[in-house]
T-cell receptor, first 114, second 112 residues
Framework: DGGITQSPKYLFRKEGQNVTLSCEQNLNHDAMYWYRQDPGQGLRLIYYSQIVNDFQKGDIAEGYSVSREKKESFPLTVTSAQKNPTAFYLC?????????????FGEGSWLTVV | EDKVVQSPLSLVVHEGDTVTLNCSYEVTNFRSLLWYKQEKKAPTFLFMLTSSGIEKKSGRLSSILDKKELFSILNITATQTGDSAIYLCAAPYGGSQGNLIFGKGTKLSVKP
């Protein structure tokens, strides 16, 4: 079945450590996105990529980094520079011919930094 | 600055009640407004609205857009406990159509 796979689902890290969240899609989508969700908040865009080897900062990119070496993969690294990394992270992908129901979300990764 | 504002932020109703969730927006070069349902994990798509006054319906859920007043409503009739979720409103912004600006969501709790 086609879809988006995020891993790990739950991750605990000590403050000051970098952590990388994986996102893989087999939908043949060109565009991929990372969103962050805090309790009581909507989703906020961290980074997005419209094509391989290219990515752009979203609204809250500080303290995060990404790469897009393959069409299927868009990993997110949460660096020690991110002041409040504990959150729910959602990866998504879409075609360029976006029509609302063609953006797919992964199941999310819960990151807790202690 | 583009923004999407939802109200109320939380709502508790009893099964069988009808609820109306609100979403107002200010988005440059507005193209569409989206509704999602989120139950602990990934948001699931409900509706995309692009034209004013045309109601979209799916079972007990319906939604409509008013582009003059810049808002949308999501109605749920005969609510069930399975409708308990966070309902998110979003709109594409910026250069990529998949970049979405979200409201904070309305947390709906349906009591038996």
């Amino acid at each position: 079945d086609g879809g988006i796979t995020q891993s790990p689902k739950y991750l605990f890290r000590k403050e000051g450590q970098n952590v990388t969240l994986s996102c893989e899609q087999n939908l043949n989508h060109d565009a991929m996105y990372w969103y962050r969700q805090d309790p009581g908040q909507g989703l906020r865009l961290i980074y997005y990529s419209q094509i391989v080897n290219d990515f752009q900062k979203g609204d809250i990119a500080e303290g995060y980094s990404v790469s897009r070496e393959k069409k299927e993969s868009f990993p997110l690294t949460v660096t020690s520079a991110q002041k409040n990394p504990t959150a729910f992270y959602l990866c998504a992908s879409s075609t360029h011919d976006f029509s609302g129901n063609t953006i797919y979300f992964g199941e999310g990764s819960w990151l807790t930094v202690v | 600055e583009d923004k999407v504002v939802q109200s109320p932020l939380s709502l508790v109703v009893h099964e069988g009640d009808t609820v109306t969730l609100n979403c107002s927006y200010e988005v440059t070069n507005f193209r569409s407004l989206l509704w999602y349902k989120q139950e602990k994990k990934a948001p699931t798509f409900l509706f995309m609205l692009t034209s004013s006054g045309i109601e979209k319906k799916s079972g007990r859920l319906s939604s409509i857009l008013d582009k003059k007043e810049l808002f949308s409503i999501l109605n749920i009739t005969a609510t069930q406990t399975g409708d308990s979720a966070i309902y998110l409103c979003a709109a594409p912004y910026g250069g990529s159509q998949g970049n979405l600006i979200f409201g904070k969501g309305t947390k709906l709790s349906v009591k038996p």
